[in-house]
Structures are given as C-alpha cells and as structure tokens.
C-alpha cells in the first residue's frame, strides 16, 4: 500500500472551533488532494495540490483551506467547523500518471 | 469531464461472473475510463483502466466497445470480500493533476 497517514483518525469538535486535519506521504508523490465523502454524494473533492505551496481549489472548497509547506505534508483547516462539515475525509496522492493512492480517512463529527 | 453513469446497486451469488456496465457519452479522445474499488470505512482503490477493446488484470477484465460511449467491468467469480462500492470515471491522459469525478457507484452485494 502506498505510504500515505491521516491524522486524526476520529475527530468530534463543536461548531465555530478551528480544525486541522492532516495527510502525510512517504511516497514523494507531487499531486495531494483533499476528499469528503457524504452519504448520497460520493467522493467530492475539496482542494488539491500540485507541488509545494501550490494549491487549487475543487468542487466544494467553501469553509476550507489547505496549505502544503513540505512535499509530504498536505493540511485541511475547517476556520470555523459547522455541522454541515461532518464527514469522512480522505487524502489522496498521485505521480504523473493517472492512478490516485487513498488514505485510511479522517471520521470528523462537528456537534 | 465526461459524465459516467451506471447502476446504483447490484445483487449476485458467490461464483458468479459480475458485469457492470459505465455509459460515458460525452467522453473525449484522450479520455481513459478507470474503475476504483471502495471497502467500506476504507478509501478507493484503483483496480483497472483502459482506453480501448480489452484490458485484463488479476483483479478483473475491463471491455470497452470500438466507439468508447460505454465499458463494462467484469469481475469473475465473485466472492463475498468483493462487495464493495464500484466507481466508474473518465481520466483525462497526459501528465498533471486533474480532478477525479466520482460519481455515487455501484453498490455489488455479494450473496453467499
């Protein structure tokens, strides 16, 4: 399996409080993105990266921001969680080709 | 990026060959079709891709017809660890990020 980590695993914060969700890859893949996958939607993605410092926005970027400092690290900050935010988050990463690699997930419940 | 469309959900017995048809409509010379396996509480894993006719791997067999509007994701023999959800989605090729549309997938329920 690819070598990528999420952290935290669960997370249950209330609403209005700052949240920092983050993936970690020991492949030195360039490409990271960022996935919240809902009941009924499937997988929307929510920010990606395509080296350090260079982000972009995806389909349902409202309410987060990401930042990637180093290649192995990509972060999704919620400013202010609310409870439309409750999801599982998963961190994908990628080469030049076209196979993304998942992560385990990110449980995140905003009360 | 091309819509896919396909089955909400399937039912079939172990041992059974499990066929799962994509339409792609609007899918671009360029595009691939790719198909991804998801566990439940895991993330997606990609199992196949293909751009045209017949590609074939351990996991399963992808058919894609001559005008390439629709494919078709074989697994043979089915057993119960294949239940899972199966997404189908059109790749733009070349190299750079892209942004992989996943649509709601096809729920194959393995029956013992």
């Known amino acids: 399996d690819a070598g990528i980590t999420q952290s935290p695993r669960h997370k249950v914060t209330e609403t209005g409080t700052p949240v920092t969700l983050r993936c970690h890859q020991t492949e030195n893949h360039r490409y990271m993105y960022w996935y919240r996958q809902d009941p009924g939607h499937g997988l929307r993605l929510i920010h990606y990266?395509?080296?350090?410092?260079?982000?972009d926005k995806g389909e349902v970027s409202d309410g987060y921001s990401v930042s990637r400092s180093k290649t192995e690290d990509f972060l999704l900050t919620l400013e202010s969680a609310t409870s439309s935010q409750t999801s599982v988050y998963f961190c994908?990463?990628?080469?030049?080709?076209?196979?993304?690699?998942f992560g385990p997930g990110t449980r995140l419940t905003v009360l | 990026l091309a819509k896919t469309t396909q089955p909400i959900s399937m039912d079939s017995y172990e041992g059974q060959e499990v066929n799962i048809t994509c339409s792609h409509n609007?899918?671009?010379?360029?595009?691939?079709i790719t198909w991804y396996q998801q566990f439940p509480s895991q993330g997606p894993r990609f199992i196949i891709q293909g751009y045209k006719t017949k590609v074939t791997n351990e996991v399963a067999s992808l058919f894609i017809p001559a005008d390439r509007k629709s494919s078709t994701l074989s697994l043979p023999r089915v057993s119960l660890s294949d239940t899972a959800v199966y997404y189908c989605?059109?790749?733009?090729?070349?190299?750079?990020?892209?942004?992989?549309?996943f649509g709601k997938g096809t729920k194959l329920s393995v029956i013992p």
């Open positions: 990266s395509y080296g350090v410092k260079d982000t």
């Open positions: 994908a990463i990628s080469e030049i080709d076209n196979e993304q690699f």
């Open positions: 609007n899918i671009a010379t360029n595009d691939y």
């Open positions: 989605l059109v790749v733009p090729s070349g190299a750079g990020s892209y942004q992989l549309t």
